[in-house]
């Protein structure tokens, strides 16, 4: 044999068997309870809970990041528009996989899904970052268990050495990790029974817990305004094919289960400086809309027509205090009547 082609085979089997420990370390180190916004998965199973005892006809499921979260008012959705509004919304740090899987897991024949989702997931083509990378190892085993092989592959190489090295130390060292970041299956009865209790007694918990979430699935806790940094969104006017695959299985999903679908925008905001005039971003934004027009998904009502003031902001650009969610509450319920009358942007079962 040549010997470059030792030297290639040698390199070969190096490489092969580095990645063979690699993937074995990341086996060792994989549901390692390391730090992590565990409050995540506590309100999803609250959420589901709510979602999945309600045993009202032709409800309304929202679904979306954290703009869904905080930024609607469900018993006062309910009330406008005659049907069960449910909020199922999480955090837009996830990925769009994870939305579908909860809708999955929790929706039922006759559910109109209305979908405020971020305006990220329409044109990023890949999803797992550190941040979700980092959480989902935590708690999200059942969710990455769903995944196909191709993603399961995407996942692993897209995690971060330093978060497997941080999960070999937490599995060698388990004693040194809080017990406030572990979150096993068998917390779920006493997580619903804690958030039970509170909406028995009114006293809701501080923001970011299951103990802030409220009978129909909205997070409390949002008063007054924190948030006072420039108002600067980044968009791209396309659409990608990850979003384009994910939306097949999503009306899949929404087929086999009887279920409508309805995507609408966002919360979005303006800046002062703006005053009466349309923020420059809601071009860009009604590029994305002809886009996904061309691919056969309708975005409801224009993006110039919901734009809020800042004023009505919380904590961060996507997360409105309580004023703001009454104001975008009436915003979606009028245009949910509108569609429901014409049915031109839902995507009917």
């Known amino acids: ?72 008012d469900s018993e006062e959705l309910s009330r406008m528009t005659g049907k069960r ?42 999803r797992f970052d550190d941040w979700s990378t980092h959480n989902l190892l935590v708690w999200g085993k059942d969710f990455l268990d769903t995944l196909s092989w191709s993603k399961k592959f995407d996942f692993i190489v897209s995690t971060n050495p330093e978060r497997v090295g941080l999960g070999l130390f937490t599995t060698l060292f388990q004693k040194r990790v809080p017990p406030s970041y572990h979150f096993r299956d068998d917390q779920v009865g006493d997580i619903i029974n804690e958030t039970k209790a509170v909406w028995k007694s009114g006293q809701y918990g501080a923001k970011y817990t299951h ?35 994910n939306l097949e299985n999503l009306k899949q999903l929404a087929s086999s289960r009887e279920m409508s679908l309805l995507f609408t925008w966002p919360v979005l905001v303006k800046s002062s400086a703006d005053r009466d005039e349309e923020p420059g971003y809601v071009d860009m934004l009604r590029e994305i809309q002809s886009a996904l027009e061309r691919h056969g998904l309708s975005i409801a009502g224009d993006p110039g027509a919901v734009i809020l003031d800042e004023t009505l902001l919380h904590d961060t650009i996507y997360h409105l205090n309580e004023e703001g969610r009454e104001v975008r509450t009436r915003q979606l319920a009028s245009l949910i009547s509108r569609e429901l009358s014409d049915t031109e942007a839902i995507i009917s079962p």
């Not at 390199?11 to 409050?39: C, G, N």
């Not at 109109?112 to 044109?123: A, D, G, Q, W």
């Not at 979430?213 to 791209?236: A, C, K, L």
């Open 211 to 245: 103990l802030s979430v409220n009978p129909y699935g909205d997070m409390q806790s949002n008063s007054g305004r924190t948030f006072f940094e420039p108002i600067d969104y980044e968009f791209e006017a396309r659409v990608s094919n990850l979003f384009l695959k």
């Open 85 to 126: 509004a449910l909020n199922l919304s999480t955090h837009a740090g996830l990925p769009l996989e994870y939305h579908i899987w909860l809708l999955d897991r929790f929706g039922r024949s006759g559910d109109l899904v209305v979908i405020p989702l971020e305006i990220s997931y329409y044109y990023e083509e890949f």
């Open 1 to 72: 044999m040549p010997i470059l082609a030792k030297r290639f085979l040698v390199l070969i089997s190096v490489f092969a068997l580095s990645m063979a420990i690699y993937f074995l370390l990341y086996l060792i180190q994989y549901d390692a309870k390391v730090w992590s916004e565990i409050w995540v998965p506590k309100v999803a199973e609250v959420k589901g809970s709510i979602v999945g005892e309600n045993e009202d006809e032709n409800r309304i499921i929202l679904l979306a990041g954290s703009n869904g979260l905080f930024g609607y």
